[in-house]
């Protein structure tokens, strides 16, 4: 079982109570053995709060069937995936080279795991739907990588685990993004980082649902965010930012050529166009937790 070697393997706690967990004979249960919790497929806890309020239930059943209906591991058209890359390519090097276990809050296709567990380092995939994750681990089958349901508000890992956490164009759909960096900001330890990467000032635009009759956000981003918004959260922490990706080069689906660049010089032409054109297509930004 890959959790037996894990860093992560003592780390688990009850999201609503902050209980600790332990694994016994292959089961994970609460210290004092009154909860169980489900494993999924055998070795995915599922640690979602049992005490979700509407709008949180509403959105973990969103992303459950989202994750259901939608293939996140679909083949993207050239344009999209040099931009998907790119902007991996920056967020991978924000990441503190000596950072050993990370956690990957919004797994997505599990994109992180694939990069980093070739480097040695341990990671955690999380996501709120059972799909992802399951689908991530037989991505990267590896002792390394291990995988949790759970919520980004309300994270089951105790305080202080993570020497880097990691969210990738997730904030955006969160109801409640601040509560979610409070939690991100929790369980990173002492010396470590939060990096997240959202559309940059994106215009949220919606759309009348057939099914509903109520206004829905297209592509179910509730949020946008700029340096200056995100300057306001975890004002007690060191804030950095960069600008990466610039709307006009994909219009112009300039991939055709800055696809066979080294990072490092179309880093510079990114760089040079977001400042000639000002329509930067993403912003990462990063907190750093200072030393007790």
Not at 172 to 189: G, I, N, S, Y
Not at 209 to 230: G, K, M, V
Request: include cysteine.
């Amino acid at each position: 079982m890959r959790w037996s070697l894990h860093p992560l393997r003592d780390r688990l706690i009850v999201p609503d109570t902050g209980e600790p967990l332990e694994w016994t004979n292959g089961s994970l249960i609460s210290a004092a053995g009154k909860q169980h919790v489900e494993l999924d497929r055998g070795e995915i806890p599922v640690l979602l709060p049992s005490s979700m309020n509407a709008v949180e239930y509403h959105f973990a059943e969103h992303y459950q069937r989202d994750a259901e209906h939608f293939d996140y591991w679909e083949e993207r058209d050239p344009a999209t995936a040099h931009d998907e890359r790119r902007l991996r390519e920056v967020i991978v090097r924000k990441i503190p080279r000596n950072a050993n276990l990370v956690l990957d809050v919004g797994c997505g296709n599990g994109w992180l795991a694939q990069m980093l567990v070739e480097r040695g380092v341990h990671v955690c995939s999380l996501d709120v739907g059972r799909v992802n994750p399951r689908r991530a681990l037989e991505q990267v089958p590896d002792p390394r990588h291990v995988a949790v349901v759970g919520s980004a508000e309300h994270l089951p890992f105790a305080d202080e685990t993570f020497d880097c956490v990691v969210a990738s164009e997730v904030i955006e759909h969160l109801p409640e993004p601040e509560r979610a960096l409070e939690q991100m900001w929790r369980v990173v330890k002492p010396g470590g980082r939060v990096i997240i990467s959202t559309p940059y000032r994106e215009r949220i635009r919606y759309v009348l649902c057939i099914h509903c009759n109520q206004p829905t956000p297209i592509h179910a981003h509730l949020n946008s965010f700029d340096e200056y918004r995100l300057s306001m959260y975890l004002r007690q922490a060191h804030f950095g930012f960069v600008t990466v990706g610039n709307k006009a080069l994909l219009l112009l689906r300039t991939h055709i050529v800055l696809g066979w660049l080294p990072h490092c010089l179309w880093r510079a032409i990114d760089w040079c166009a977001n400042r000639l054109i000002g329509k930067p297509a993403h912003i990462i930004a990063w907190w750093d937790k200072s030393q007790h």
